[in-house]
Every structure is written in C-alpha cells, then in structure tokens.
C-alpha cells in the first residue's frame, strides 16, 4: 500500500511562451474515508429490533423505491415524475400476493415504519432513509403519526423544528 507515498499537486500558469507567472503547490494527503454518496440507503437498527427477517426482507427491498427528499415510495423513471406506489404495485415489487402484501403492510403500519400520508406510503426515517434530510411538511405529518421520530430528529434539528407543530 502507498500510504505513505508523498505527493504534490501543482497549478501552474505561464504566457504562450511557456515562461511560468505563477506556480501553486500543495500536498496531496493519504484520504482517512473514501465517501459512496449514490445509490445508497441507510437502514437504522429500529428495523432489526421491530421486525421479523422476513419482513426486513420486503422492508429494504421496498428501499430501492425511496423518493429522495420526501422518502415516499415511487416508481421512478428518466424523464418522468415519480409515480407513488400503491398496494397493487408493491405488490409486483415484493413479488408477492396482494393479500401478503396488505397484511404488510397493516404490520408495517401498526409499527409506524411505513405510514399513508394523505394518499401515498412513505417510509419512517426511524426505520430507513435514502437522504440526510427530508421535506419539512412531510415530516412533520409523519410526526404527527409516529412522536418517536421526535427522538431520532436529534435535539439540534427539532429546535429548529418545534415551534412550528
């Protein structure tokens, strides 16, 4: 591993002659992290201590059809507007009957993971999310179902929030 190989980046301007006007040099450090910003979804522990493997596996499946600031569950497509996803749909998704998937998602329901919010279904950020923030409103409706969001808002964030419910 180069780890600790030392480099420098330089930045240098020169006329069209090729004589130099300036010249920037700075290191360039061995990166602590390496960030994976797209495509992915961060699942809190709440969903291992409230659901069972089987509905952990349709829970995250269903993650894959997160809408980014709003975490409702849509069908998306390039070019297009996301289209909110009902039973019949999540349906084909889990790849099983309406009948289990109703019964799913009355579970998911009676656990506050997954709730209707005026006529579409979005997933609890206390259970799962694809951004590091959501749509004010929505949060708030959500709130208003689940008060345990409160806690996973962080104190900073529902200072912020607080006088507004």
């Known amino acids: 591993m180069a780890k600790n190989k030392q480099l420098i980046s330089s930045y240098v301007v020169a006329d069209t002659a090729g004589e130099e006007i300036s010249t920037i040099e700075r ?7 390496i960030s994976f910003p797209k495509n992915f979804c961060k699942v809190h522990h709440a969903v291992c201590h409230n659901m069972t ?16 600031w709003t975490n409702r569950l849509v069908a998306r497509s390039r070019g297009r ?6 039973q ?20 998911m329901d009676d656990i506050k993971a997954i709730m209707k919010i005026d006529t579409d279904y979005h997933m609890s950020p206390r259970f799962a999310s694809r951004s590091s923030s ?32």
């Open 27 to 33: 290191p360039i450090k061995f990166p602590e992290t």
């Open 53 to 68: 493997d089987s509905q952990i596996g349709k829970f995250v499946k269903l993650t894959n059809h997160l809408d980014y």
């Open 81 to 86: 507007s996301p289209i909110p996803l009902d």
């Open 88 to 107: 019949v749909m999540i349906s084909h998704i889990l790849e099983k009957s309406i009948r289990t998937t109703n019964t799913f998602m009355r579970e």
């Open 134 to 165: 959501l749509n004010t409103v929505i949060i708030i409706k959500m709130i208003n179902k689940d008060p345990l969001i409160i806690k996973a808002i962080g104190r900073k964030q529902w200072n912020k929030l607080k006088y507004f419910i």
